[in-house]
């Protein structure tokens, strides 16, 4: 087997197709209110998260060091996280009408790494990078990794909140109300996502800081375009924060915001940097 289609690549593409199953399946509850459709889209979420994690376990043992060091491997394990993190939502708040966009950017976020490629298990090893083998730099990426995947439910839950109160103020379609959880419920939801997410943001930026004023990056990082951008998004959801709890702003207000913040989050993961190279 050539390294272009690997076991893990194997395993990611029929991640691929369970992901867009179960947003087909989960989006098609939303029409037909069906619960063989609701129990068959979780299914297939739960087998894709699954499936995900043995083709993350399968690159990092082809190519024998952690699976994040270039752009198509994190966006994987974004994508991977995101899944995780909407399964937990449906635990907590039943939130299976957020499954569509949860289960679709997931679909979206692999591909969209699928496209740029990899090292195809050539390039960066564990032993070349020694930077791979520092816990402070695997904090700080494992931190950023899950704040933005806390930040891309918090982004469907704010989606699916404008949609509600659209529907509730053109007073068109007022019976797809029934079919959606309460405003209320997912106005929180996407809070306490966003408010998971910016603390584990801070930490992943404090151990960057930490990492690189200790020595051996140099200056060049300081106005690295990723260090610029993690700054960004820190004050996009910092004033997130502070206008849902300080300046109390209405909840569509910080829908908004919370809009902004994920493609700020992908532009922060795709950027060329020359002070994020491990190699």
Not at 46 to 52: P, S
Request: glycine fraction near 10%; charged fraction near 10%.
């Amino acid at each position: 087997m050539n390294a272009g289609f690997s076991g893990s690549a194997a395993a990611l593409t029929l991640t691929l197709a369970l992901y867009l199953l179960g947003a087909v399946l989960l989006g098609a509850n939303l029409f037909l209110r069906r619960s063989g459709l609701l129990a068959a889209g979780r299914g297939a979420a739960l087998f894709g998260v699954i499936l995900h994690a043995a083709a993350i376990g399968l690159r990092c043992v082809e190519v024998h060091r952690a699976p994040f060091t270039n752009p198509a491997e994190s966006l994987s394990l974004v994508a991977w996280v995101v899944v995780l993190v909407y399964l937990g939502t449906e635990l907590l708040w039943r939130l299976s009408a957020s499954g569509p966009f949860a289960l679709g950017l997931s679909f979206l976020l692999v591909l969209l790494g699928a496209a740029l490629g990899g090292d195809s298990g050539t390039g960066v090893s564990a032993a070349s990078a020694p930077l791979l083998s520092e816990r402070i730099v695997t904090l700080h990426i494992l931190a950023f990794t899950t704040a933005f995947a806390a930040f891309a439910l918090a982004f469907c839950c704010a989606a699916l909140y404008v949609v509600e109160n659209r529907i509730l103020k053109s007073k068109h379609g007022l019976i797809w109300m029934k079919r959606l959880p309460p405003l209320l419920t997912v106005e929180a939801a996407s809070f306490t996502l966003a408010a998971i997410g910016f603390p584990l943001l801070t930490l992943g930026i404090l151990a960057g800081l930490v990492r690189a004023v200790s020595g051996g990056l140099g200056t060049a990082w300081q106005l690295d375009p990723k260090t610029l951008l993690a700054y960004a998004v820190w004050g996009v959801y910092g004033a997130y924060l502070w206008g849902r709890l300080g300046a109390k702003w209405p909840p569509l207000r910080t829908a908004y915001i919370l809009l902004v913040g994920l493609p700020l989050c992908m532009l922060l993961l795709l950027v060329p940097s020359a002070a994020h190279r491990f190699g």
